[in-house]
């Protein structure tokens, strides 16, 4: 069998996803035997393969970002400068870092991770109140998550849950997510009603929807 992470659970149909990293996730239901695993895999291959081409092609034009030589921040690249006897801070687009901490690289990720969660709450905050209002919706709370696979969630009792990593992303973006969840209170589901509330929020959520998919190998980072 084609090499594939499977998982099972109580769906009807097989659906089939391509991670960040380029691998084959294949969700099927419980009793769902290999061989018809096999075959929904086979019948997309063409698709597959294109889609692995497109994330090759993402991580060479983000190396910089993926080896942690660059770090990104509202969607501009900020460049990563060690000093003698300097205080971690952020300059414009530098990230100034004690020379210390030149080789060790966990304490760099940990000092940055840190500066963006502080800036992705109050950021975020001020993000969700702004389209509240907007929109005439009252969201229950706001919480930072560190989820691998996703960007946001809404709960159905209004509970708004947005990826730190978020921050990474140009503001347009954040916004998209935003207003994504938020619709959620009205729409808790992906049907026209909900991306009819989205797009006369958002204009151009379609291509804001595609820019984000994009960026999704970001959610590996910083772990």
């Not at 660059?70 to 400068?81: A, P």
């Amino acid at each position: 069998m084609i090499e594939a992470n499977v998982i099972r659970s109580k769906r009807r149909s097989i659906a089939i996803q391509i991670t960040s990293e380029g691998e084959i996730v294949v969700r099927a239901p419980l009793k769902c035997s290999e061989k018809i695993i096999e075959k929904a895999i086979n019948e997309r291959m063409d698709w597959i393969e294109k889609y692995k081409q497109k994330i090759l092609k993402n991580k060479e034009q983000n190396s910089e970002i993926l080896s942690y030589n660059k770090v990104l921040f509202l969607g501009v690249k900020q460049n990563i400068i060690f000093q003698e006897k300097a205080k971690f801070e952020h300059i414009e687009n530098n990230f100034i870092i004690p020379k210390k901490y030149e080789n060790l690289e966990p304490k760099i990720k940990r000092l940055i991770t840190k500066f963006m969660i502080t800036k992705a709450e109050s950021l975020f905050k001020d993000r969700v109140e702004h389209f509240s209002y907007q929109m005439n919706l009252t969201s229950k709370s706001l919480k930072i998550c560190n989820s691998k696979r996703i960007w946001g969630s809404c709960s159905k009792t209004a509970d708004l849950k947005l990826n730190w990593r978020l921050v990474m992303l140009s503001p347009e973006l954040i916004d998209y997510v935003v207003v994504h969840e938020l619709s959620h209170i009205v729409e808790f589901n992906h049907s026209k009603n909900f991306w009819k509330l989205v797009s006369s929020i958002l204009k151009d959520c379609k291509q804001r929807r595609a820019l984000l998919k994009k960026n999704d190998y970001l959610l590996n980072l910083y772990r």
